[in-house]
Structures are given as structure tokens and as C-alpha cells.
């Protein structure tokens, strides 16, 4: 099992940016997909949730400005950042709780990271 994000880049303030995290391999089934970011010097927090039913769970920093949503025959969720801010810039990773073949129970996959730059 493998998680690909992408869709970030430089943005100046104000923009927006669509991220995407896709799950790929032998996957039995997706409970939560999840979008973190951290930036330089502080811990990896969480930005976004949505489970298999589409209940979503959003932070308060980016509430109202940022949308999850998942496209579940495509393993795919993604994330609608608009507005954005200085303070949203950072390394962006997903992270999904999947259940894979020969496996116990679902476990937790991240992908790589993708880099949003907001600039002025």
C-alpha cells in the first residue's frame, strides 16, 4: 500500500491550492483519510479528517477556508485550501487508516508530503 500526495506549490497570499492523497495497492478497505502539516520548527498537526461515510472533522485555523473530501472508488481524498495564509504554509502529509490483505485490522499509511509556499 502506497499514499501519493501532490498539489502543492507557491501560492501568494490570498490564493488557492487543491491538494490530493491517493491510495494505491491492495487495499481491502479505507476508514480515515486524513490531511497534517507541519511546519518549520513545530509539531505535525492535523488539518482535516473525513471517514468512509463522509463525516468530516476540520481545525479551527482553517475552518471556512479549507474543504476535505474524498472520492471513495478512487481511494482519493482531497483537500480545497482557499484564502490562504502565511501561517498555512508548510509540509502538508495524508495519512490513511487502511485495510490491506494479510494484514490485522487496519493500520495507519502516510504518504510523502507535498510543499505549500504562501507568499506575500
Known amino acids: 500500500v502506497q499514499l501519493q500526495a501532490s498539489g502543492g506549490g507557491l501560492v501568494q497570499a490570498g490564493g488557492s491550492l487543491r491538494l490530493t492523497c491517493t491510495a494505491s495497492?491492495?487495499?481491502?478497505?479505507?476508514?480515515?483519510m486524513a490531511w497534517y502539516r507541519q511546519a518549520r520548527g513545530d509539531e505535525r498537526e492535523e488539518v482535516a479528517a473525513?471517514?468512509?461515510?463522509?463525516?468530516?472533522s476540520i481545525a479551527n485555523s482553517v475552518k471556512d477556508r479549507f474543504t476535505i473530501s474524498r472520492d471513495n472508488p478512487k481511494n482519493t481524498a482531497y483537500l480545497q485550501m482557499n484564502s490562504l495564509k502565511f501561517e498555512d504554509a508548510g509540509v502538508y502529509y495524508c495519512?490513511?487508516?487502511?485495510?490491506?490483505?494479510?494484514?490485522?485490522?487496519?493500520?495507519?499509511?502516510w504518504g510523502q508530503g507535498t510543499l505549500v509556499t504562501v507568499s506575500s
Open positions: 495519512k490513511s487508516r487502511i485495510f490491506a490483505p494479510g494484514t490485522i485490522g487496519y493500520r495507519d499509511y
Open positions: 495497492g491492495t487495499i481491502s478497505g479505507i476508514n480515515t
Open positions: 473525513i471517514d468512509s461515510s463522509g463525516r468530516r
